[in-house]
């Protein structure tokens, strides 16, 4: 489903206007008037694509995913976000940064 849901600190409401590519299990990072939702799955199709939304509609970005993946972890905000690991279908530590309106670009981590 593409469908959205708000909190108002009490309730949740639904919005009309939900993501323009359903999917489940995307990445999201952002506030409720700033947000971005970024990958996930509508299968069998593994999705790149990047969502913002504007606390009112979701506007698909021509910057997309380098990675299509779902279910990784997201963070940060809609000016300044990652998205970490996920399923392409397999498992993968893929990295990517979000800096604004630009494309994502995948970073490698190292630990030690």
């Known amino acids: 489903t593409g469908a959205t849901e708000e909190y108002n600190g009490a ?24 947000a971005l939702a970024f990958g996930g799955q ?6 790149s694509a990047t969502e913002l939304y504007d606390g009112t509609s979701w506007t698909t ?3 997309s995913l ?31 940064e979000w800096t604004g309106a630009g494309s994502p670009q995948t ?3 190292t630990a030690s």
Do not use: C, D, F, V
Not at 16 to 34: C, E
Not at 42 to 47: G, K
């Open 42 to 47: 509508n299968p069998p199709t593994i999705l």
């Open 66 to 96: 380098s990675t299509a993946r779902g279910r990784g972890a997201g963070a940060g905000t809609q000016t300044s976000a990652l998205y970490a690991g996920g399923e392409t279908p397999s498992y993968t530590a893929a990295t990517e």
């Open 107 to 109: 970073k490698t981590i």
């Open 61 to 63: 970005s021509p910057a």
């Open 11 to 34: 309730t949740w409401a639904s919005n009309p206007t939900g993501l323009n590519t359903a999917r489940r299990g995307p990445g999201s990072a952002g506030t409720q008037t700033a």
